[in-house]
Protein backbone atom coordinates (compact mmCIF):
# COMPACT_ATOMS: atom_id res chain seq x y z
CA UNK A 1 0.00 0.00 0.00
CA UNK A 2 1.85 3.00 -0.88
CA UNK A 3 0.77 6.10 0.89
CA UNK A 4 3.05 8.61 -1.25
CA UNK A 5 3.87 7.99 -4.94
CA UNK A 6 6.74 9.18 -7.00
CA UNK A 7 5.21 8.34 -11.19
CA UNK A 8 7.67 9.64 -12.48
CA UNK A 9 11.05 7.58 -11.98
CA UNK A 10 13.09 10.31 -14.03
CA UNK A 11 12.80 13.65 -15.56
CA UNK A 12 15.57 15.60 -17.76
CA UNK A 13 15.56 19.40 -17.99
CA UNK A 14 17.38 22.07 -19.25
CA UNK A 15 19.95 23.75 -18.06
CA UNK A 16 17.83 27.18 -16.77
CA UNK A 17 14.30 25.92 -16.93
CA UNK A 18 12.17 24.94 -14.74
CA UNK A 19 12.04 21.57 -13.10
CA UNK A 20 8.72 20.35 -11.48
CA UNK A 21 8.54 17.11 -9.62
CA UNK A 22 5.74 15.73 -8.56
CA UNK A 23 4.13 13.64 -5.52
CA UNK A 24 0.68 12.43 -4.67
CA UNK A 25 -0.21 10.57 -1.75
CA UNK A 26 -3.51 9.07 -0.41
CA UNK A 27 -3.66 9.73 3.40
CA UNK A 28 -5.61 13.22 4.16
CA UNK A 29 -4.70 13.01 7.75
CA UNK A 30 -0.96 13.73 6.85
CA UNK A 31 0.22 16.68 8.75
CA UNK A 32 3.58 17.67 6.81
CA UNK A 33 5.09 17.23 3.62
CA UNK A 34 9.17 17.07 2.77
CA UNK A 35 11.34 16.87 -0.21
CA UNK A 36 14.63 15.24 0.40
CA UNK A 37 17.76 15.53 -2.46
CA UNK A 38 20.04 12.62 -2.55
CA UNK A 39 23.49 12.50 -4.74
CA UNK A 40 24.69 8.89 -5.31
CA UNK A 41 26.83 7.54 -2.39
CA UNK A 42 25.78 10.05 0.00
CA UNK A 43 22.04 9.84 2.54
CA UNK A 44 19.60 12.08 1.85
CA UNK A 45 19.31 15.48 2.55
CA UNK A 46 16.73 17.73 3.53
CA UNK A 47 15.71 20.27 0.75
CA UNK A 48 12.13 21.98 2.16
CA UNK A 49 8.88 21.06 3.43
CA UNK A 50 5.54 22.46 3.73
CA UNK A 51 2.61 22.16 6.31
CA UNK A 52 -0.72 20.69 5.38
CA UNK A 53 -2.19 24.17 6.38
CA UNK A 54 -0.17 25.73 4.00
CA UNK A 55 -0.24 25.95 -0.05
CA UNK A 56 2.96 27.33 -0.84
CA UNK A 57 6.72 27.50 0.66
CA UNK A 58 9.53 29.15 -1.01
CA UNK A 59 13.35 29.20 -0.32
CA UNK A 60 15.44 30.53 -2.82
CA UNK A 61 15.32 28.67 -5.93
CA UNK A 62 12.81 26.14 -4.68
CA UNK A 63 9.01 25.97 -3.83
CA UNK A 64 6.85 23.32 -3.14
CA UNK A 65 3.35 23.88 -3.74
CA UNK A 66 0.76 21.87 -1.97
CA UNK A 67 -3.42 20.98 -3.21
CA UNK A 68 -5.02 18.95 -0.58
CA UNK A 69 -8.05 18.49 -2.65
CA UNK A 70 -6.38 16.86 -5.40
CA UNK A 71 -4.05 14.89 -2.60
CA UNK A 72 -0.57 16.66 -4.50
CA UNK A 73 2.55 18.75 -4.27
CA UNK A 74 4.88 19.36 -6.49
CA UNK A 75 8.81 20.93 -6.29
CA UNK A 76 9.48 23.36 -8.52
CA UNK A 77 13.43 24.46 -9.27
CA UNK A 78 13.74 27.85 -10.77
CA UNK A 79 16.05 27.99 -12.87
CA UNK A 80 17.31 24.65 -12.62
CA UNK A 81 21.52 23.79 -12.42
CA UNK A 82 23.37 21.52 -12.96
CA UNK A 83 24.24 20.49 -9.11
CA UNK A 84 20.51 20.13 -9.30
CA UNK A 85 20.89 16.55 -10.50
CA UNK A 86 19.96 14.31 -7.78
CA UNK A 87 17.19 12.25 -6.77
CA UNK A 88 14.24 13.93 -4.85
CA UNK A 89 11.74 11.69 -2.60
CA UNK A 90 9.00 13.08 -1.30
CA UNK A 91 7.91 12.20 2.53
CA UNK A 92 5.14 12.46 4.46
CA UNK A 93 4.49 12.81 8.21
CA UNK A 94 2.54 10.00 9.65
CA UNK A 95 1.48 10.82 13.53
CA UNK A 96 1.40 7.61 15.48
CA UNK A 97 0.91 8.49 19.40
CA UNK A 98 3.64 10.70 20.72
CA UNK A 99 5.75 10.09 17.91
CA UNK A 100 5.71 10.33 13.71
CA UNK A 101 6.66 8.37 10.68
CA UNK A 102 8.45 9.93 7.78
CA UNK A 103 6.60 8.06 4.99
CA UNK A 104 8.45 7.63 2.02
CA UNK A 105 8.33 8.22 -2.01
CA UNK A 106 10.28 5.98 -4.62
CA UNK A 107 12.15 8.81 -5.70
CA UNK A 108 12.35 11.08 -8.87
CA UNK A 109 15.97 11.16 -10.71
CA UNK A 110 16.21 14.72 -12.03
CA UNK A 111 18.62 15.25 -14.93
CA UNK A 112 19.84 18.60 -15.97
CA UNK A 113 21.01 19.39 -19.29
CA UNK A 114 24.00 21.45 -20.09
CA UNK B 1 28.78 20.38 12.93
CA UNK B 2 30.01 16.64 12.42
CA UNK B 3 27.31 14.84 9.99
CA UNK B 4 26.28 11.45 10.94
CA UNK B 5 28.89 8.68 10.55
CA UNK B 6 28.29 5.61 9.58
CA UNK B 7 30.69 2.76 9.13
CA UNK B 8 31.46 0.49 7.32
CA UNK B 9 30.60 1.78 3.65
CA UNK B 10 30.40 -1.26 1.87
CA UNK B 11 30.30 -5.00 3.04
CA UNK B 12 29.68 -7.85 0.84
CA UNK B 13 29.11 -11.09 2.72
CA UNK B 14 27.43 -14.83 1.74
CA UNK B 15 24.03 -15.81 2.94
CA UNK B 16 23.98 -17.35 6.06
CA UNK B 17 27.21 -14.61 7.62
CA UNK B 18 26.58 -12.34 9.82
CA UNK B 19 27.08 -8.48 9.50
CA UNK B 20 26.60 -5.39 11.96
CA UNK B 21 26.30 -1.59 10.85
CA UNK B 22 27.84 1.09 12.95
CA UNK B 23 26.47 4.68 12.95
CA UNK B 24 27.62 7.84 15.63
CA UNK B 25 24.41 10.62 14.96
CA UNK B 26 24.76 14.13 15.77
CA UNK B 27 25.99 15.91 18.57
CA UNK B 28 22.67 16.16 20.79
CA UNK B 29 20.38 14.77 18.39
CA UNK B 30 18.38 12.07 20.68
CA UNK B 31 16.58 10.58 17.47
CA UNK B 32 18.00 8.04 15.78
CA UNK B 33 16.66 5.81 12.85
CA UNK B 34 17.49 3.12 10.69
CA UNK B 35 16.43 2.86 7.06
CA UNK B 36 16.79 0.05 4.66
CA UNK B 37 16.97 1.38 1.36
CA UNK B 38 16.43 -1.05 -1.76
CA UNK B 39 17.16 0.42 -5.41
CA UNK B 40 14.44 1.85 -6.70
CA UNK B 41 12.53 2.36 -3.17
CA UNK B 42 12.32 5.11 -0.76
CA UNK B 43 13.79 4.52 2.58
CA UNK B 44 11.87 2.27 4.68
CA UNK B 45 12.21 2.84 8.27
CA UNK B 46 13.25 -0.21 10.36
CA UNK B 47 13.34 1.19 14.01
CA UNK B 48 13.59 4.08 15.39
CA UNK B 49 15.15 5.62 19.28
CA UNK B 50 14.55 7.70 21.24
CA UNK B 51 17.76 7.74 23.56
CA UNK B 52 18.36 4.52 24.63
CA UNK B 53 14.77 3.31 24.03
CA UNK B 54 13.08 1.98 21.36
CA UNK B 55 9.82 4.03 19.89
CA UNK B 56 9.30 1.94 16.92
CA UNK B 57 10.68 -1.07 15.54
CA UNK B 58 6.98 -2.49 13.91
CA UNK B 59 8.90 -3.22 10.54
CA UNK B 60 12.37 -4.83 11.93
CA UNK B 61 12.20 -8.68 10.85
CA UNK B 62 12.82 -9.28 14.77
CA UNK B 63 13.66 -13.05 13.31
CA UNK B 64 16.93 -12.09 11.72
CA UNK B 65 17.52 -8.01 12.31
CA UNK B 66 18.90 -6.57 16.05
CA UNK B 67 19.53 -3.12 16.60
CA UNK B 68 20.91 -1.24 20.01
CA UNK B 69 21.55 1.92 20.81
CA UNK B 70 24.12 2.18 23.67
CA UNK B 71 23.92 5.17 26.26
CA UNK B 72 21.59 7.00 24.08
CA UNK B 73 24.66 7.89 21.03
CA UNK B 74 25.93 5.40 19.10
CA UNK B 75 24.10 2.23 17.38
CA UNK B 76 24.97 -0.81 16.05
CA UNK B 77 22.10 -2.41 13.15
CA UNK B 78 22.75 -6.25 13.00
CA UNK B 79 22.00 -8.98 10.58
CA UNK B 80 22.34 -12.45 11.64
CA UNK B 81 22.08 -14.89 9.33
CA UNK B 82 21.63 -12.77 6.14
CA UNK B 83 19.59 -13.47 3.24
CA UNK B 84 19.87 -12.42 -0.61
CA UNK B 85 16.84 -10.21 -0.26
CA UNK B 86 18.75 -8.10 2.51
CA UNK B 87 21.02 -6.43 0.05
CA UNK B 88 20.72 -2.72 -0.04
CA UNK B 89 21.94 0.52 1.40
CA UNK B 90 20.93 1.10 5.19
CA UNK B 91 21.24 4.40 5.93
CA UNK B 92 21.19 5.92 10.04
CA UNK B 93 19.83 9.32 10.44
CA UNK B 94 18.68 11.78 13.48
CA UNK B 95 16.64 14.33 13.93
CA UNK B 96 16.61 16.84 17.44
CA UNK B 97 14.23 15.22 20.33
CA UNK B 98 11.68 18.44 20.43
CA UNK B 99 8.81 18.50 19.21
CA UNK B 100 7.57 21.27 16.18
CA UNK B 101 8.66 21.51 12.81
CA UNK B 102 12.51 20.96 12.63
CA UNK B 103 12.19 17.75 14.67
CA UNK B 104 10.87 16.46 11.52
CA UNK B 105 13.98 17.03 9.32
CA UNK B 106 16.13 13.92 9.56
CA UNK B 107 19.82 14.33 8.92
CA UNK B 108 21.17 11.11 7.17
CA UNK B 109 24.88 9.10 7.10
CA UNK B 110 26.11 8.00 3.87
CA UNK B 111 24.35 4.82 4.32
CA UNK B 112 26.03 1.28 3.91
CA UNK B 113 25.87 -0.67 0.98
CA UNK B 114 25.10 -4.12 1.83
CA UNK B 115 25.69 -6.95 -0.97
CA UNK B 116 24.49 -10.61 -0.03
CA UNK B 117 25.62 -13.45 -2.60
Known amino acids: DQQVKQNSPSLSVQEGRISILNCDYTNSMFDYFLWYKKYPAEGPTFLISISSIKDKNEDGRFTVFLNKSAKHLSLHIVPSQPGDSAVYFC?????????????WGAGTKLIIKP | EAGVAQSPRYKIIEKRQSVAFWCNPISGHATLYWYQQILGQGPKLLIQFQNNGVVDDSQLPKDRFSAERLKGVDSTLKIQPAKLEDSAVYLC???????????????FGPGTRLTVT
Open chain 1, 91 to 103: AAIKFMDSNYQLI
Open chain 2, 93 to 107: ASSRATWGRRAYEQY
